[in-house]
């Protein structure tokens, strides 16, 4: 699952790479969106291509909230979900009652420079190295997402994420299963698949073909990176967080994905 994102890249360059341009809401913002880290329990928000409007770019919280949900302080509604929105399964896509309408309606993309995911070592126990994952050729990754809007107008996206094939570099860096016995992986798309996840004229199987055929591993890189990302008293949030950090735990050859 992917709770650790990045994206040092002004919005400007967004707009150019994806031929968008920010909405109105997002043209009130005097803020950049910049991280790099965010952890995503701190719910922030994000520069969103959304499926209702393709052309543009629009921030949103990280952390799907329910289309029923409002409460005025929308985190409190996300500390009743479990993993507090911020990934979803996409094999529930069309049978959860929250993602299903999502599902048809209201994907969407979320451009990011990066994202982190932990390594377990055997040694010691349950010791974890983060490592960095970017794109190889370009700057940006582009994530598919499904997205909400509350009733009292909050707007909200989820990252999805599927089940890892064995022996790929998500099962062998995030080695540790979850509870049903997986390795999951985010879903990162191709440039040629885009505009094709935003369109309104895909069926369920055609969604369901995206997801299991997205952006492959040698359009990927990955290397370890400091143990401040998962730290619970130092920010990650600084520049220099990107650079390769060795750790002798390591019994891993990352050279692979350089």
């Given at each position: 699952?992917c709770?650790h994102t990045?994206?040092?890249r002004?919005?400007?360059?967004?707009?150019t790479?994806y031929?968008?341009?920010?909405?109105e809401?997002g043209?009130?913002?005097?803020?950049?969106?910049?991280?790099h880290?965010?952890?995503?329990?701190n719910?922030q928000?994000?520069?969103?291509?959304?499926?209702?409007?393709?052309?543009h770019?629009t921030?949103?919280?990280?952390?799907m909230l329910?289309?029923?949900?409002k409460?005025?302080?929308p985190?409190e509604?996300?500390k009743?979900?479990k993993?507090q929105?911020l990934?979803?399964?996409?094999?529930?896509?069309?049978?959860?009652?929250m993602?299903?309408?999502?599902?048809l309606?209201?994907?969407?993309?979320?451009?990011l420079t990066g994202?982190y995911?932990p390594?377990t070592?055997?040694?010691?126990?349950?010791?974890?190295?983060?490592?960095?994952?970017?794109?190889r050729e370009?700057?940006?990754l582009?994530?598919?997402?499904i997205?909400t809007?509350?009733?009292?107008?909050?707007?909200?996206?989820s990252l999805l994420?599927?089940e890892?094939?064995?022996?790929?570099?998500?099962?062998?860096?995030?080695?540790?299963?979850n509870?049903?016995?997986?390795?999951?992986?985010?879903?990162p798309?191709?440039?040629?698949?885009i505009?094709a996840w935003l369109?309104?004229k895909l069926?369920?199987?055609?969604?369901d073909?995206i997801?299991?055929?997205?952006?492959?591993?040698?359009?990927?890189?990955?290397?370890?990176?400091?143990?401040?990302?998962?730290?619970?008293?130092?920010?990650?949030?600084?520049?220099?967080?990107?650079?390769?950090v060795?750790?002798?735990?390591?019994?891993?050859?990352y050279s692979q994905?350089a």
């Amino acid at each position: 699952m992917c709770f650790h994102t990045r994206i040092d890249r002004p919005v400007a360059e967004i707009e150019t790479h994806y031929n968008v341009s920010r909405t109105e809401k997002g043209m009130e913002l005097e803020e950049e969106l910049l991280y790099h880290h965010s952890d995503g329990f701190n719910h922030q928000d994000f520069w969103v291509i959304p499926q209702e409007s393709p052309k543009h770019i629009t921030p949103m919280m990280w952390g799907m909230l329910p289309p029923w949900a409002k409460n005025e302080d929308p985190v409190e509604d996300l500390k009743e979900i479990k993993g507090q929105g911020l990934n979803a399964q996409s094999e529930k896509l069309f049978t959860s009652k929250m993602y299903k309408p999502s599902s048809l309606k209201r994907r969407c993309v979320i451009p990011l420079t990066g994202f982190y995911e932990p390594h377990t070592c055997q040694k010691p126990k349950d010791y974890k190295v983060p490592f960095l994952f970017g794109a190889r050729e370009a700057t940006f990754l582009s994530l598919a997402g499904i997205y909400t809007v509350t009733s009292n107008k909050y707007v909200s996206f989820s990252l999805l994420t599927r089940e890892a094939e064995p022996g790929s570099m998500y099962a062998q860096i995030h080695n540790k299963k979850n509870w049903q016995g997986q390795h999951r992986q985010i879903v990162p798309l191709a440039d040629d698949q885009i505009e094709a996840w935003l369109s309104e004229k895909l069926t369920e199987t055609d969604i369901d073909r995206i997801i299991h055929d997205n952006l492959p591993e040698d359009g990927l890189t990955a290397h370890p990176v400091s143990k401040d990302i998962f730290s619970r008293t130092v920010s990650a949030d600084y520049p220099g967080i990107e650079k390769l950090v060795d750790n002798p735990n390591l019994n891993l050859d990352y050279s692979q994905w350089a």
